[in-house]
């Protein structure tokens, strides 16, 4: 009886955790010329790929798809290998005064982002990497590295010292040991990592706003929040179309990859 109302309980909260994203969608697909600012709970009328389409051409949306594609791709891959270096540099080889190291790569995320913005943007503008796709895969890529560094040394911390000495017994060298042996032990703590980085970097808009301007470069989430402009915004429901695509990329994402994600929450067993 107990699993029975545990099954209900939940399949209710799924389905009220699901409310907002079925009024999105429907209210998505109505007509842009017929839309008003009341939310409809019934399907009127299917307009929703139109809608998308118009994201995409008349808004300027789908100039920045590529440009976030880069930066939830390889910022968090690159963050994830020197997080990995990190972990495995502090644990294995036991760095001196490795948890020193550790405070000053993790110490970066005490302080709240808001505080280095004028900071960054000056330096920035200084150097040359304003409104650049470089300029913002460092950066993307400098935020997830303490995050990645955090996870991959409590990961590296359940792995038994004897498997580093075993391996320097054999004749191998440091780097394929990391390579050859901790990276494919972690590789689910890693997957772990680049899904929650890569979504980050997908959802951001406060750095987009403050060192972009070209739609080309900016990411993804910061052009929709452009389309709704007070001048020459897009209608309501194209925005709503775009939040919908834009959306979907996380979604899809974790669920081709939810067993692997399932599998790095659990830190250190392998």
């Not at 997830?144 to 075993?166: C, D, K, L, W, Y």
């Not at 070209?214 to 989430?221: A, F, L, Q, W």
């Amino acid at each position: 009886m107990s699993r029975i109302i545990r099954i209900v309980v939940l399949v209710v909260l799924g389905l009220v955790w699901l409310v907002p994203t079925y009024l999105l969608v429907v209210n998505a697909a109505k007509d842009p010329t017929t839309f008003t600012t009341k939310q409809s709970w019934i399907p009127t009328d299917f307009h929703l790929f139109q809608n998308i389409g118009d994201a995409l051409t008349l808004s300027g949306l789908g100039n920045s798809i590529l440009s976030t594609a880069i930066y939830s791709i390889v910022s968090p891959a690159i963050a994830v290998v020197v997080g990995a270096a990190a972990g495995f540099a502090i644990v294995a080889l036991k760095l001196r005064r490795g948890f020193l190291w550790f405070v000053v790569i993790f110490g970066g995320t005490v302080f709240p982002l808001q505080m280095i913005l004028l900071p960054l943007f000056d330096g920035y503008s200084r150097v040359g990497l304003y409104d650049t796709r470089i300029g913002m895969v460092i950066v993307y890529t400098a935020i997830s590295i303490p995050f990645s560094a955090f996870v991959m040394r409590n990961f590296f911390t359940g792995v038994a010292a004897s498997v580093f000495e075993a391996a320097v017994l054999d004749g191998a060298t440091t780097w394929r040991i990391f390579t050859r042996m901790y990276l494919p032990i972690a590789s689910s703590a890693l997957v772990a990592i680049f899904i929650l980085q890569a979504t980050f970097v997908w959802n951001d808009l406060l750095l987009g706003l403050t060192l972009t301007q070209s739609d080309d470069i900016r990411p993804i989430v910061t052009t929709l929040s452009g389309m709704q402009s007070t001048y020459g915004g897009a209608q309501m429901s194209t925005v709503l179309a775009a939040a919908v695509l834009v959306s979907l990329p996380t979604v899809i994402l974790f669920l081709c990859t939810q067993k692997f994600f399932a599998k790095g929450l659990a830190l250190g067993q392998y």
